[in-house]
């Protein structure tokens, strides 16, 4: 299972080695910037020095101060239009989380409660006819999910 994520403790003596020897060997880097350190700017150094960033996910929360992002990048030495180019933004999970569940189960209210109106009115035989049409309506709904592109946009 060697796809599966590590979690590694290093002296603040080792470090820059340690990330070093692991940037090298990973498939894939995945790395949050939300929270910019003179850390990460050093391991983003590794990263370009090592010609790796092809293999590098950069991530943020959104509503990062992009510009200001730059600018510690650049004071950092790192190309910021390497970084910011590649940037895939995100919502902080529990909202998301929240605000789903709330939709979901709207929808399905919504759907239980026009199921009883029409079993009730028209028969099963319509019924059945509903519910295969909102069930293509549900399963159109669950498809546009979030769309994250490059370039620090989102669709």
């Known amino acids: 299972m060697t796809s599966i994520p590590h979690y590694y403790v290093s002296s603040d003596a080792a470090w820059v080695e340690n990330v070093d020897a692991l940037i090298q060997k990973a498939r894939c880097v ?9 850390s990460i700017g050093t391991e ?6 090592r010609r790796i960033s092809h293999r590098t996910v950069f991530v943020a929360r959104r ?18 239009d390497a970084v910011c180019g590649a940037l895939c933004l995100y919502d ?28 009730r009115d028209f028969g099963p035989t319509v019924c ?22 490059g370039n620090g946009n989102s669709e």
């Not at 992009?66 to 004071?75: E, I, N, Y």
């Not at 519910?131 to 994250?148: H, P, Q, R, S, W």
């Open 92 to 119: 902080t999970s529990w909202w998301a989380t929240i605000i789903r569940a709330v939709v979901i189960t709207a929808a399905t209210l919504f759907i239980a409660l026009i199921t009883l109106i029409i079993v």
């Open 30 to 38: 995945v790395m949050d910037i939300s929270q910019y350190t003179s």
């Open 44 to 49: 983003l150094r590794l990263i370009a020095e």
């Open 128 to 149: 059945a006819t509903s519910l295969v049409f909102l069930a293509t309506v549900g399963k159109a709904i669950e498809a546009d999910k979030v769309n994250v592109t």
């Open 63 to 80: 509503g990062l101060d992009v510009s200001f992002l730059k600018r510690r990048l650049a004071a950092d030495g790192v190309d910021p």
